[in-house]
């Protein structure tokens, strides 16, 4: 699993998730995906991570798409044992199924789906607070571009940390200077290409 693909990227297709709706695509992240979290249920934690895993195949987005990466991995790890020790090892199990399961179906949305067809959605949801002078558009608008922003800054630490590698540094604070400023230019260049588009107040 690459930074680049970690939050999932479009891939057309016309697999049955697809030509799912996105409102349907939500309901079955907050069923399958949330309740469990609340359920406190371990059979029914782990049924769902099982289901889930089924729809990413399901979806053709491919076996690589259910690694969670390392980083979530060793979390759940540290969550899991966490419990063992200090609470129950069903509470470490619910926590860790939910937690990957979340993350399938939230990868099976955004590749699945369209990036103007999840803002369309997300300026939906958020229509009912124009009565507190929000803009459902601009709102949608953030969100899309921060969803975006987050694999650029990520490709940006890789590439930082792999090109002191190359040359025998041990990681060190000065490493956030380059990134820093690669996350001012991505920045930039999104302003202006909002600009462009009549975007940029």
Not at 14 to 19: G, Q, T
Not at 38 to 43: E, I, L, P, S, T
């Amino acid at each position: 699993m690459t930074a680049e693909t970690f939050l999932g990227a479009y891939r057309a297709g016309r697999s049955p998730m697809h030509r799912a709706p996105l409102w349907l695509k939500y309901l079955a992240l907050l069923a399958l995906g949330v309740v469990p979290f609340f359920a406190h249920n371990v059979v029914l934690s782990l049924s769902c991570l099982v289901l889930a895993a089924v729809m990413v195949l399901f979806s053709g987005l491919g076996i690589r798409q259910l690694n969670p990466g390392l980083a979530i991995i060793a979390m759940n790890v540290m969550v899991v044992v966490y419990d063992v020790f200090l609470q129950t090892w069903q509470e470490g199990v619910v926590f860790a199924s939910g937690m990957i399961a979340t993350l399938w179906f939230a990868r099976i949305i955004t590749s699945t789906t369209p990036a103007a067809t999840i803002m369309d959605g997300l300026a939906s949801c958020a229509r009912p607070l124009r009565l507190f002078g929000a803009k459902p558009e601009k709102f949608a608008l953030a969100v899309t571009v921060m969803w975006q922003s987050i694999p650029h800054l990520l490709v940006s630490v890789r590439t930082v940390c792999d090109a002191a590698r190359a040359r025998g540094l041990h990681f060190s604070w000065r490493f956030v200077a380059p990134v820093l400023v690669s996350a001012v230019g991505h920045a930039l260049q999104v302003g202006e290409a909002l600009q462009a588009r009549g975007l940029g107040e």
